[in-house]
């Protein structure tokens, strides 16, 4: 089925496609955006996370060194090591495992241990966390660390994290005894038990997770959060003091809001676009609609009925050449322009059809189609709709071209031609004797070679006439002059017609 489209259709088709381009360009811009918010807000959430694990490592160093003030300053503690009653500081170690910092969750006390200034292992509690051995102690880098200090380094507390059968465990060792530390308390925590509370203090569900994936701890409403495909999972790797990954907190962030927000307004934006793009055709085609776009459609809709008839001897042909020339007038009128009409007759065509042929005949009028259609360039007919470009080279000869609307044929061996960007007699002969030198060549039409010649007469716009009856029969005039002179190319000269 041939489609054909009015040039009003074209122009609306045209700005459409554009107006559906800024559609889709505000949907891309806008998931575009929302994926740099939520790269954004991931990275805030995640700063947000690290200062509040940062704050929870302070706190769990202060409970583990008040725990261990506390059993320092107990009568039975002191009396106890100075006697070197070991099994009774396993008792007094055991029973904190039942007092305020445990039984209230400030801490999870998994293991404490009583050292020497030698550090070595004086008493271990047997609650908490079962180690392979009562000698075995958790974190023994940290106490290795503790005894490589000196002076007054000795007073200080120190705290570090390790893993423990993949558990990440916290140990705080504190000095005892004053300012020559008689001993020390290890205080071993469980670090995740005190990172849980990043779930209150951040208000969004956590999940902690080991190094071998295993969960620890998942807050009672993450699921229900996943599920709502509105939320985002911001990954906080643990790590020891060496950069050494211990465990991965992962925090989910409803975007239920945001996403909300960012459709509105991405369909507030949508809808402008799509009422402006239909507001911007209402404009053009208005305001084409009171110039240009009269003339110009019928010029589009002429162009193309030419085209269609280029083949055929159509006795509209002439007909629409002249509705075309009258459109052209209509535009030229308005920029006080210049340009010529041709009208080409090949001399003894007739004798080219009896000595071999209709056929051959037939395809040596293709053959000066196609040869015309190569000498025009594309600019004459960009033209014809409203861009003129004059002063432009021709096309070298020989060159070949799709566009075909600027010549129309008349008749068995006549042809018409438009030339917008020739306003001047030189121009329009150069142009004619460009043609007259390219259909001089001889044509090879089945296995022969065929010489023709052809007239040309000219009428320029509008010193030869405002009408387009008027030029066209002046380029016929001028054609015939042509022939009775003698001559190839004849410009209409009234003086000749008399």
Same mark, same amino acid.
């Given at each position: 089925?041939?489609?054909?489209?009015?040039?009003?259709?074209?122009?609306?088709?045209?700005?459409?496609?554009?107006?559906?381009?800024?559609?889709?360009?505000?949907?891309?811009?806008?998931?575009?955006?929302?994926?740099? @918010?939520?790269?954004?807000?991931?990275?805030?959430?995640q700063q947000l996370a690290y200062l509040e694990t940062n704050d929870l490592f302070e706190d769990l160093k202060s409970n583990s060194l008040d725990l261990a003030l506390a059993i320092e300053h107990e009568n039975n503690f002191q009396r106890?090591?100075?006697?070197?009653?070991?099994?009774?500081?396993?008792?007094?170690?055991?029973?904190?495992?039942?007092?305020?910092?445990?039984?209230?969750?400030?801490?999870?006390?998994?293991?404490?241990?009583?050292?020497?200034?030698?550090?070595?292992?004086?008493?271990?509690?047997?609650?908490?966390?079962?180690?392979?051995?009562?000698?075995?102690?958790?974190?023994?880098?940290?106490?290795?660390?503790?005894?490589?200090?000196?002076?007054?380094?000795?007073?200080?507390?120190?705290?570090?994290?390790?893993?423990?059968?993949?558990?990440?465990?916290? @140990?705080?060792?504190?000095?005892?005894?004053?300012?020559?530390?008689?001993?020390?308390?290890?205080?071993?925590?469980?670090?995740?038990?005190?990172?849980?509370?990043?779930?209150?203090?951040?208000?969004?569900?956590?999940?902690?997770?080991?190094?071998?994936?295993?969960?620890?701890?998942?807050?009672?409403?993450?699921?229900?959060?996943?599920?709502?495909?509105?939320?985002?999972?911001?990954?906080?790797?643990?790590?020891?003091?060496?950069?050494?990954?211990?465990?991965?907190?992962?925090?989910?962030?409803?975007?239920?809001?945001?996403?909300?927000?960012?459709?509105?307004?991405?369909?507030?934006?949508?809808?402008?676009?799509?009422?402006?793009?239909?507001?911007?055709?209402?404009?053009?085609?208005?305001?084409?609609?009171?110039?240009?776009?009269?003339?110009?459609?019928?010029?589009?809709?002429?162009?193309?009925?030419?085209?269609?008839?280029?083949?055929?001897?159509?006795?509209?042909?002439?007909?629409?050449?002249?509705?075309?020339?009258?459109?052209?007038?209509?535009?030229?009128?308005?920029?006080?322009?210049?340009?010529?009409?041709?009208?080409?007759?090949?001399?003894?065509?007739?004798?080219?059809?009896?000595?071999?042929?209709?056929?051959?005949?037939?395809?040596?009028?293709?053959?000066?189609?196609?040869?015309?259609?190569?000498?025009?360039?594309?600019?004459?007919?960009?033209?014809?709709?409203?861009?003129?470009?004059?002063?432009?080279?021709?096309?070298?000869?020989?060159?070949?071209?799709?566009?075909?609307?600027?010549? @129309?044929?008349?008749?068995?061996?006549?042809?018409?031609?438009?030339?917008?960007? @020739?306003?001047?007699?030189?121009?329009?002969?150069?142009?004619?004797?460009?043609?007259?030198?390219?259909?001089?060549?001889?044509?090879?039409?089945?296995?022969?070679?065929?010489?023709?010649?052809?007239?040309?007469?000219?009428?320029?716009?509008?010193?030869?006439?405002?009408?387009?009856?008027?030029?066209?029969?002046?380029?016929?005039?001028?054609?015939?002059?042509?022939?009775?002179?003698?001559?190839?190319?004849?410009?209409?000269?009234?003086?000749?017609?008399?």
């Amino acid at each position: 089925m041939d489609l054909r489209f009015s040039l009003a259709d074209k122009i609306s088709v045209t700005v459409i496609i554009v107006g559906l381009c800024g559609v889709m360009l505000v949907y891309y811009i806008s998931n575009s955006y929302k994926t740099f @918010a939520y790269q954004h807000h991931a990275l805030s959430v995640q700063q947000l996370a690290y200062l509040e694990t940062n704050d929870l490592f302070e706190d769990l160093k202060s409970n583990s060194l008040d725990l261990a003030l506390a059993i320092e300053h107990e009568n039975n503690f002191q009396r106890d090591f100075n006697l070197g009653r070991n099994d009774d500081l396993t008792q007094q170690l055991n029973d904190q495992f039942y007092q305020y910092f445990v039984t209230a969750g400030v801490i999870k006390l998994l293991k404490l241990y009583v050292l020497d200034t030698d550090f070595t292992l004086l008493s271990t509690s047997t609650e908490g966390v079962s180690t392979e051995s009562d000698s075995e102690i958790i974190c023994p880098g940290l106490s290795r660390s503790a005894l490589e200090r000196l002076g007054s380094a000795k007073l200080q507390t120190i705290s570090g994290t390790c893993l423990y059968k993949g558990i990440p465990v916290f @140990a705080v060792i504190v000095p005892f005894g004053g300012l020559n530390p008689k001993g020390y308390i290890q205080v071993i925590t469980d670090l995740a038990y005190s990172l849980q509370k990043v779930e209150q203090s951040l208000a969004m569900p956590i999940q902690i997770n080991a190094l071998n994936e295993d969960l620890i701890y998942q807050s009672k409403n993450w699921d229900s959060t996943l599920e709502s495909n509105n939320c985002l999972i911001v990954h906080l790797p643990i790590t020891d003091k060496n950069d050494k990954p211990m465990m991965d907190i992962s925090l989910l962030s409803d975007m239920t809001t945001f996403n909300k927000e960012v459709q509105e307004h991405r369909n507030w934006i949508m809808a402008l676009a799509f009422f402006t793009t239909a507001f911007t055709i209402f404009i053009v085609l208005f305001v084409l609609q009171k110039s240009t776009i009269p003339p110009l459609a019928k010029i589009h809709d002429v162009l193309e009925r030419i085209h269609l008839n280029a083949y055929t001897e159509s006795k509209n042909n002439r007909l629409l050449f002249e509705q075309l020339l009258e459109q052209i007038i209509k535009l030229r009128h308005k920029l006080k322009a210049h340009f010529c009409v041709m009208i080409l007759d090949l001399t003894h065509f007739k004798n080219v059809n009896s000595e071999y042929g209709k056929s051959a005949g037939d395809q040596l009028l293709l053959e000066v189609e196609h040869r015309l259609g190569a000498i025009l360039r594309e600019s004459d007919l960009i033209s014809w709709v409203g861009t003129d470009t004059p002063g432009h080279k021709l096309l070298p000869s020989g060159t070949k071209t799709q566009y075909r609307a600027t010549i @129309a044929r008349l008749g068995g061996d006549e042809f018409g031609l438009l030339l917008p960007s @020739a306003e001047t007699e030189d121009q329009a002969k150069a142009v004619a004797q460009r043609i007259v030198e390219t259909l001089n060549t001889p044509f090879h039409i089945k296995d022969y070679d065929i010489n023709i010649k052809c007239r040309i007469g000219i009428s320029i716009y509008p010193v030869h006439g405002k009408d387009e009856k008027i030029l066209i029969r002046n380029a016929d005039k001028a054609m015939y002059q042509a022939k009775a002179l003698d001559q190839t190319v004849f410009i209409f000269d009234p003086k000749a017609d008399r």
